[in-house]
């Protein structure tokens, strides 16, 4: 089945600086990927996604970037604000189901 | 923005034992999903169901397992009987539809299994 990983398992960014999260997936009939944040003590919480058929989507200082061909796909978190600071999640899915495969997570701190 | 509810948000109870975990999906919400998270392990999926079926199980979902949602009120996972593995955080997921996998999800359940 598809497996999903999450390469930074922790990253820390100054206030104002952009942080760049990495996934990879390995099932090319992936279609879907979504990204998810934890903050502590509280649920997952979707922020964006992006389907395969574009390779970039923007939403306010996130930018999500999708390459079909390397089976890899990122977040961009810009002029980054402490309440930023959580875990995020990204996922994959694929279009015939809505079984969501995630990754481990990562936990973004960002200083102020 | 949209809410699902978990009932409990703890649960202790001992092995052998039948527990139920309860989710209060989204109102207008149609799908629902089970996912399972061991502590400090990937969360990963068990079941999805619509419309009074399961639609798809993962291999975690074990024939100790069953979800039902009689008469639209909660979603609810039963696990009879229980055994020491299953302690994990159960998080309870609804979306409104099925292609666009847009899923919300509940604060989780934490299960110890003593």
């Known amino acids: 089945g598809e497996k999903v990983e999450q390469h930074e398992s922790t990253l820390s960014v100054r206030e104002g600086d952009s942080a760049v999260i990495n996934c990879t997936y390995t099932d090319t009939a992936s279609s879907y990927f979504p990204w998810y944040k934890q903050e502590a003590g509280k649920s997952l919480h979707f922020v964006i996604d992006?389907?395969?058929?574009?390779d970039r989507k923007q939403s306010q200082r996130l930018i999500v970037l999708l390459d079909k061909k390397a089976k890899r796909f990122s977040l961009h978190i810009t002029a980054t604000q402490p309440e930023d600071s959580a875990i995020y999640f990204c996922a994959a899915s694929m279009s015939s189901n809505n079984r969501i495969f995630f990754g481990d997570g990562t936990q973004l701190v960002v200083k102020p | 923005g949209p809410k699902v509810l978990q009932i409990p948000s703890h649960q202790i109870i001992d092995m052998g034992q039948m527990v139920t975990l309860n989710c209060d999906p989204v109102s207008n919400h149609l799908y629902f999903y089970w996912y399972k998270q061991i502590l400090g392990q990937q969360m990963e999926f068990l079941v999805n169901?619509?419309?009074?079926?399961?639609?798809?199980k993962s291999k975690l979902f074990k024939d100790q397992f069953s979800v039902e949602r009689p008469d639209g009120s909660y979603f609810t996972l039963k696990i009879q009987p229980t055994a020491l593995e299953d302690s994990a955080v159960y998080f309870c997921?609804?979306?409104?539809?099925?292609?666009?996998?847009?899923?919300?999800f509940g604060p989780g359940t934490r299960l110890t299994v003593l």
């Open positions: 169901f619509y419309n009074g079926k399961v639609m798809e």
């Open positions: 997921a609804s979306s409104s539809d099925w292609t666009r996998a847009e899923q919300f």
């Open positions: 992006i389907r395969s058929n574009v």
